[in-house]
C-alpha cells in the first residue's frame, strides 16, 4: 500500500489525497484504524513545496494495541547555492532524501492495570550532493511504564555519529518518583537516572571513551518558581588508559539549580560543586562552576544577560593547559515577535549577542564577539 501511495503522487488530481471517501460500518473501520496521505503534484505547485514526492500511511490496530507508521519524502533543495552556468561545488546540496518508519505498542500486563508502552523507530536520510549520496541512519527504542504514582522509562538510541566536546548518551533510563504521600505544600518529586555514554575530545587526549552516569535529583515545584537538587556520578568504563585514552578518575557533581518568574522578569540560577577522585596519575581536586541568566520579554524585544564561570561541560577530562576558571559574559536582544509580524512569516527570526569571554588556553587572550543573527524560511 505504502509504495502504491508514492507511485499515484506524480499524478492524484491536484490537493493532498486521504482515505475517507467511502462508506458504511466496515469502511469506517478501516478508515479509522487507516490513514493514507499522499501530496500530488499540483497540491505541490500550489505550496510552492520544495518536495518532489512525499506520501505517508499509517495503521491503529483495534484497542490502540499498536501502532504502524511510515513516511517518504524526496526534496529538492531550497536554498541552491549555484547559478546557471556555474559548476557546482563538492558542497553543493542538490537534494534530500528521507524514509522513516516506526511501530508503537501497548501491552497490557496481567498483575498491573498500567500498560507497558513500546515505540521503535528507524529513519535514515541521505543528502544529495555532486559526488554522490551521503547517508545516515538513526534507530531509537523506548519503554514506558507507569504504575501510579511511579513513572518507568528507558531510551536506547543508535546514531553512528560521535559528536565531539559533547557528552553523548545512547542509553537512558528513568525512575520519577512524586512525593505526593508526603502532603507537602508544593509539588516535589524524586529521579533516579543511570545513562550510558560516550565522550570524545581529542584535543585532550581522549579519542571514544564510553562512561557510565548515575544520578538522583530532587525537584520543586512552585506557582513562580522551580528548584532542582541533584548529585550524579560519573565512572569511565576504561581506566587503565587502553586505546590511547588516560587514565580517568571517577567524578561527581552536585548541582543546584534555580528558575524564578518577577513579574515580566525571568531569572536563572545554577551553582555546581563538582570533585575528582584521586587515581595513581591524577590528584583529587575540588572545583565549583556558576551561572546566572536574567531575561525580559518585551512587546517586540527580548533582552537577556548571563555570566558564567567555569562553564566548561567535559569538566571531568584533563585540562590540557587549559584555564578551569575562566570566565563569561554576554549580552543579548532578540526580535524575533518584531521580525515575524513585520515579514508575516512565524519561523523568520533576528537578534544580535555580545560576548566576552576569558581565553580556553592560559597563554592565550580574552576573546570578544558581535554576531548578528538573521533567518528566513521561504
Request: proline share 8%; hydrophobic share 40%; with cysteine.
Amino acid at each position: 500500500a505504502l509504495c502504491t501511495a508514492f507511485g499515484l503522487a506524480g499524478c492524484a488530481s491536484g490537493q493532498r489525497q486521504t482515505i475517507g471517501s467511502a462508506t458504511g460500518p466496515a469502511w469506517n473501520h478501516l478508515r479509522d484504524s487507516l490513514q493514507l496521505e499522499v501530496d500530488s503534484a499540483l497540491w505541490r505547485q500550489a505550496h510552492d513545496s520544495p518536495s518532489l514526492l512525499s506520501g505517508a500511511v499509517r495503521f491503529d490496530a483495534p484497542q490502540r494495541l499498536f501502532d504502524y507508521r511510515a513516511r517518504y519524502a524526496l526534496d529538492r533543495s531550497a536554498h541552491p547555492s549555484i547559478l546557471p552556468g556555474d559548476e557546482p561545488g563538492p558542497a553543493t546540496t542538490l537534494g534530500q532524501e528521507y524514509l522513516g518508519h516506526g511501530l508503537g505498542a501497548r501491552l497490557p500486563l496481567f498483575f498491573s492495570s498500567a500498560p507497558l508502552q513500546m515505540d521503535l523507530e528507524d529513519r535514515h536520510q541521505a543528502l544529495m550532493t555532486p559526488q554522490g549520496r551521503l547517508d545516515t541512519e538513526t534507530r531509537h527504542a523506548s519503554l514506558s511504564w507507569a504504575p501510579a504514582p511511579l513513572v518507568f522509562g528507558l531510551d536506547w538510541k543508535d546514531s553512528p555519529q560521535v559528536i565531539t566536546h559533547t557528552l553523548v548518551c545512547n542509553m537512558d533510563g528513568s525512575v520519577q518518583v512524586p512525593l505526593t504521600a508526603l502532603a507537602l505544600s508544593r509539588p516535589q518529586q524524586l529521579s533516579l537516572s543511570a545513562r550510558r555514554c560516550t565522550v570524545a575530545a581529542p584535543d585532550r587526549g581522549v579519542a571514544e571513551l564510553p562512561l557510565q552516569a548515575w544520578g538522583v535529583a530532587w525537584s520543586r515545584q512552585g506557582g513562580t518558581h522551580h528548584s532542582t537538587l541533584s548529585l550524579t556520578q560519573f565512572e569511565p568504563e576504561r581506566s587503565d588508559g587502553l586505546d590511547g585514552d588516560p587514565a580517568l578518575p571517577s567524578a561527581r557533581e552536585i548541582d543546584l539549580t534555580h528558575e524564578r518568574l518577577f513579574g515580566a522578569y525571568q531569572t536563572r540560577s545554577v551553582l555546581r560543586l563538582r570533585q575528582l577522585q584521586s587515581t595513581p596519575a591524577v590528584p583529587a581536586d575540588t572545583r565549583w562552576s556558576a551561572e546566572t541568566r536574567v531575561s525580559r520579554h518585551l512587546q517586540q524585544l527580548h533582552l537577556w544577560a548571563s555570566v558564567m564561570h567555569a562553564p566548561d561541560p567535559l569538566w571531568f577530562l584533563p585540562s590540557d593547559g587549559r584555564d578551569p576558571h575562566r570566565n563569561q559574559i554576554g549580552l543579548g536582544v532578540g526580535f524575533k515577535r518584531w521580525i515575524v509580524e513585520a515579514l508575516d512569516n512565524p519561523a523568520a527570526d533576528m537578534g544580535l549577542s555580545l560576548s566576552w569571554r576569558e581565553p580556553v588556553l592560559i597563554a592565550q587572550p580574552p576573546e570578544g564577539s558581535v554576531n548578528w543573527n538573521f533567518s528566513y524560511k521561504w
